[in-house]
């Protein structure tokens, strides 16, 4: 951060009371850096720490396991001198897992919906329904957040494990616009160990979302006919929640998933996606009895 080529007015590190060297490593770096402590509480209470602190009219996030490229700043500063008006800003980036078979990949090749964006310029699409059909920002490390929008949203929610920059965003969208830059602008690093790899709980946490926006938010959805489209995402992540399982080898609670999803969101969309999805799985059962049979068969001798 320090070595940004657009210098940041002030640098805050909110150290959840780690245990390592971080404040023996901190004393290099004087008052160059503002280091604030909390009792561990997670991500959320850190951020919300730094929000509450922060002096500058911009927020930039930065999670302890990320790497901006020396650009970021400067690249984004940019967009906004180019969009005053703009309260959110975020970037594409690069996904790097070590343990990932595909290598790195940009976040924003792998969006479902990527053709519903236009980039660099503020979104001409309603910035919550493309949220809703996707988590299109990807981390909090790749968005500039003005602090005017910081204090008319509040704080994060704490009681979100993993998606709670998901919840955060979300609330965003209904006070600002967005402009998402088509450039990648950092190194978003996971592993095994992080809570992205976690992908049945980031699922669930993920539903939980969805389900407190929709009732929070139901005038504004039924209002701007987003109503289904919120209903159907929580559907897709139901059904994404009982893949995960099946992958894992218990068909079983995969099923019941299934079945539980299509109970609780009954709508046509629904319903076809719970076809093609179980369809799909039985069709895997099939196939792989055919060859565990095919296996056990005698082989036939020769001479």
């Not at 019941?256 to 069709?283: D, G, N, P």
Request: net charge positive.
């Amino acid at each position: 951060m320090i070595g940004q080529e657009y210098p940041a007015h002030e640098i805050l590190l909110v150290d959840d009371s780690s245990t390592d060297a971080t404040p023996l490593v901190l004393d290099d770096y004087g008052d160059r850096i503002v280091r604030i402590r909390i009792p561990h509480a997670g991500v959320s209470a850190a951020r919300n720490a730094g929000l509450r602190r922060a002096s500058g009219d911009y927020v930039a996030f930065l999670d302890h396991d990320d790497v901006w490229f020396k650009t970021r700043l400067k690249k984004q500063a940019e967009a906004i001198l180019k969009y005053p008006a703009i309260g959110f800003f975020c970037c594409d980036h690069i996904v790097s897992d070590s343990h990932a078979a595909g290598g790195d990949l940009a976040h924003f090749s792998r969006l479902r919906n990527k053709k519903q964006i236009n980039f660099d310029a503020p979104l001409a699409g309603d910035p919550f329904g493309l949220l809703l059909r996707e988590h299109f920002v990807g981390t909090a490390s790749a968005v500039v957040l003005a602090k005017e929008t910081a204090d008319k949203v509040g704080e994060f929610n704490p009681a979100d494990e993993i998606s709670q920059d998901y919840d955060y965003w979300l609330r965003c969208a209904r006070v600002t616009g967005f402009v998402v830059m088509s450039e990648a602008l950092l190194y978003k690093r996971t592993h095994s160990q992080s809570l992205s790899a976690d992908l049945v709980g980031a699922f669930n946490d993920h539903r939980t979302v969805l389900s407190r926006t929709i009732e929070r938010d139901g005038d504004y959805l039924r209002k701007n006919r987003l109503w289904d489209t919120a209903h159907l995402e929580l559907a897709r992540t139901g059904y994404a929640i009982g893949n995960l399982w099946f992958e894992k080898g218990d068909k079983k609670e995969a099923f019941r998933i299934y079945a539980r999803t299509l109970r609780e969101h009954w709508a046509a969309r629904s319903a076809a996606l719970f076809l093609f999805t179980v369809f799909k799985k039985l069709c895997r059962i099939a196939f792989l009895d055919r060859v565990r049979r095919a296996s056990k068969r005698p082989q036939r001798g020769g001479v």
